[in-house]
């Protein structure tokens, strides 16, 4: 199936550091109305309260309105459209950057994701966030980047190799930032989650 992006309302000034494929399914989380079409992109839904879109209202694509009053946030919202639509991969991008709170609430709706079977990521102008567990996890070298890890949870054991800082079942435990800035130095490296979770994020240097 087709992938799912997600605009959102964090502040978007320059070019992603990757872009939604044409095919796919775009909906915008409230003011993320805006952002699509401000980078040419025309919502196929647009969800939220709308307590923080200026200008007109929607004009483009299904819209959905709720109550200001909600246990959702507008992005969480838009990620349950997106699994009652069957999006299981799905990318938000106006998600980091802007207010703080709302970059914690965005980084714990990808913990939602992955607990409801689907593979999510954030991506920003500076910087790509996944969350990962069990399993063996590749990734390719791109220039110009730094790779943190962090414990998502209060501890995880990893190893990684093929960067400059390689672990060998390790614990990283979420008082101490261990993992990160460090660098892939061969074509790609390998990630192992042993035990836990953990917060990938890629980094323009």
Known sequence: MKPCWIFGGAPISGKLLCEPPHD???IAADSGYSAALEMGYSPDLTVGDFDSLTGEKPSVGEVFTVGAEKDDTDTMLAVKKA??????????????????????????????????????????????????????????????????????????????????????????????????????TEPECSLTVWK??????FSKK
């Open 196 to 201: 836990g979770e953990v917060l990938v994020i």
């Open 83 to 184: 699994f009652e639509a069957g999006f299981t991969d799905i990318s938000i991008t106006g998600a980091i950057g802007g207010r703080l709170d709302h970059t914690i609430a965005n980084i714990q709706t990808l913990a939602y994701i992955k607990s409801h079977g689907g593979k999510g990521r954030l991506v920003g102008e500076r910087d790509i966030v996944f969350l990962e567990s069990d399993g063996t996890h590749i990734y390719k070298r791109a220039d110009g980047m730094y790779l943190s890890l962090f414990s998502y949870g209060n501890s995880a054991e990893v190893s990684i190799s093929g960067v400059k800082y390689c672990l060998d079942r390790h614990c990283l435990e979420n008082t101490f930032p261990l993992g990160v800035s460090n660098e892939i």
């Open 24 to 26: 796919a399914y775009i």
